[in-house]
């Protein structure tokens, strides 16, 4: 059974920096897409970064690129979430997701198959 467990979120004022955790389980995630979205109380899932597991490429939402990051270690079987320069716009609840080939539609939530429970990111102004 395909698991995805996030860590790493909390409250960090305005300018700071957050490292998310998704630490991965159940199967091997070679050719996997791997990808972060958030979502803020009222508003819909959004995408910010996806890798791909075996290649190691990644893209952003235009937005945010050039102050997160996305990478993976695969000894650990985990995907990182580097977040810096934190602003209040910034919280949300934030979710791994795991597609098990390249997406169709990777900025899309609705195109992947798996899902972690969230963790939330809330930045004091």
């Known amino acids: 059974q395909v698991q995805l467990v996030e860590s790493g979120g909390g409250l960090v004022q305005a300018g700071g920096s957050l490292r998310l955790s998704c630490a991965l389980s159940?199967?091997?995630?070679?050719?996997?897409?791997m990808a972060w979205f958030r979502q803020a109380p009222g508003k819909e899932r959004e995408f910010v970064a996806l890798i791909r597991w075996s290649g190691g490429t990644s893209d952003y939402a235009v937005s945010l690129k050039g102050r997160f990051t996305i990478s993976r270690d695969m000894a650990q079987n985990t995907v990182y979430l580097q977040m810096n320069s934190l602003k209040p716009e910034d919280t949300a609840v934030y979710y791994c997701?795991?597609?098990?080939?390249?997406?169709?539609?990777?900025?899309?939530?609705?195109?992947?198959?798996?899902w972690g429970q969230g963790t939330q990111v809330t930045v004091s102004s």
């Open positions: 997701a795991a597609h098990p080939r390249a997406p169709v539609r990777p900025a899309s939530a609705g195109a992947y198959n798996y």
């Open positions: 159940g199967r091997t995630f070679s050719g996997h897409t």
